[in-house]
């Protein structure tokens, strides 16, 4: 049991450790002081800050559901400017709706594909936090074009984005493509968020201090960047190696990012968020067969966290002080750690940036240029059908 109880989501391997020294600095969870003791220390708990976001935007990708949604939750609560009245008859007779409307509350702009689904979430959440700022908007992560839009609506009409949070993503999918002919994990993990993000940058820069924030995962130890084959067309795709990919290049796109955006105001870190019950892992079948739910169900009920938990490192990481101006980092939940060593090369990083600004369209100097395809060819047609975007890790 001790051994199957390993600590996934804290853990310190020294500096330059390989992917094996990586794997085997688990630490066992002691269960000395019960199953409460162990769920919290796998868990890490609520974040200590209590900061709000009034007079802020955020930006939060895939938030109809898991930890997105929760995220969105978390923080239009904290964008509920709160009014003190000693006057018990007045308070009675105060006309609650247009005196937060009035407020120089948070907004909150959740971008998903499903907008049936995003509207839902986004009208619970204004009606359980009071915060009438939470608007569901259209934001297809698999899609250039959306992505485009989508950007393009925001820096016309929202003046300021205070944090973006890139928190959608797909997990362990079938060998499905995007719009635009990309590996589905690879596109929207990460090179979706690379162009939202370069689209929001100068909204970012305006609005300083600013923070971004890329979901990654402790999956990206054992990920490589295949520069020859990124969408799997010469090898055998593997759904699990491509999950990998996807997230050994969110820690990647972090630090390379880091380094171009010293001295604007504008940061941004990586977080793996613990191991969250969402929706993320529905292809992962782990739970397909009655005999792995009845041997698992028990310890998954201990090291797995709720969506809300889940949310918590993304809500530190976006209004906590003791992040301000800190750049550059990996957080695992909400505790510091240096990356796996392939996750540290400067060189990979900054070729991973010129490629994909070469496959969605960006030039270096801002301007949108034409796509050309490194690592891929264009797709003979596009699926017919694809996996909702929401986010949890694995």
């Not at 529905?282 to 009920?301: A, C, D, E, K, V």
């Given at each position: 049991?001790?051994?199957?109880?390993?600590?996934?989501?804290?853990?310190?391997?020294?500096?330059?450790?390989?992917?094996?020294h990586w794997l085997t600095c688990w630490r066992p969870v002691s269960l000395l002081h019960g199953p409460a003791s162990a769920r919290h220390h796998v868990t890490g708990g609520r974040c200590p800050s209590k900061a709000t976001i009034i007079g802020k935007t955020v930006v939060i990708t895939g938030a109809n559901t898991g930890i997105g949604k929760e995220t969105a939750r978390e923080l239009a609560k904290r964008g509920v400017k709160k009014v003190h009245c000693f006057d018990l008859v007045g308070l009675i007779k105060m006309n609650t709706s247009s005196l937060i409307s009035t407020s120089p509350g948070g907004r909150i702009l959740m971008g998903c594909r499903d907008m049936e689904k995003c509207e839902t979430a986004a009208k619970e959440i204004r009606g359980a936090t009071l915060n009438p700022h939470v608007y569901a908007c259209h934001l297809d992560l698999a899609s250039i074009k959306s992505i485009r839009e989508f950007a393009e609506r925001v820096n016309k009409e929202e003046k300021r984005v205070d944090v973006l949070i890139n928190n959608a993503g797909v997990m362990r999918c079938p060998a499905w493509k995007t719009e635009d002919g990309f590996d589905m994990q690879f596109g929207v993990n990460h090179l979706g968020h690379f162009l939202l993000t370069n689209l929001l940058l100068e909204k970012l820069k305006e609005s300083a201090p600013s923070r971004v924030i890329n979901l990654s995962s402790l999956?990206?130890?054992?990920?490589?960047?295949?520069?020859?084959?990124?969408?799997?067309?010469?090898?055998?795709?593997?759904?699990?190696?491509?999950?990998?990919?996807?997230?050994?290049?969110?820690v990647l796109f972090t630090r390379e990012l880091a380094k171009r955006l010293e001295g604007t105001g504008v940061t941004v870190?990586?977080?793996?968020?613990?191991?969250?019950?969402?929706?993320?892992?529905?292809?992962?079948?782990?739970?397909?067969?009655?005999?792995?739910?009845?041997?698992?169900?028990?310890?998954?009920?201990?090291?797995v966290k709720s969506p809300a938990l889940g949310a918590q490192p993304s809500v530190f990481l976006a209004v906590s002080e003791e992040m301000e101006g800190v750049t550059?980092?990996?957080?695992?939940?909400?505790?510091?750690?240096?990356?796996?060593?392939?996750?540290?090369?400067?060189?990979?990083?900054?070729?991973?940036?010129?490629?994909?600004?070469?496959?969605?369209?960006?030039?270096?100097?801002?301007q949108h240029g034409s796509i050309k395809k490194e690592g891929v060819s264009e797709p003979e047609q596009k699926p017919l059908q694809s996996p909702e975007l929401g986010r949890s890790p694995p």
């Open positions: 049991m001790c051994l199957f109880l390993c600590r996934l989501t804290q853990f310190q391997a020294p500096r330059g450790a390989s992917r094996c999956a990206h130890i054992i990920g490589n960047i295949d520069f020859e084959d990124l969408n799997w067309e010469k090898k055998t795709f593997d759904t699990k190696q491509a999950y990998c990919q996807s997230k050994l290049a969110n870190n990586a977080v793996h968020p613990g191991v969250v019950a969402t929706e993320l892992g529905r292809h992962t079948g782990l739970h397909q067969s009655q005999f792995s739910s009845f041997m698992l169900g028990p310890f998954f009920s201990l090291l550059g980092r990996y957080y695992d939940v909400m505790t510091e750690k240096e990356p796996a060593a392939q996750a540290l090369d400067d060189k990979v990083a900054r070729r991973l940036w010129e490629v994909s600004s070469r496959l969605v369209g960006l030039q270096e100097n801002g």
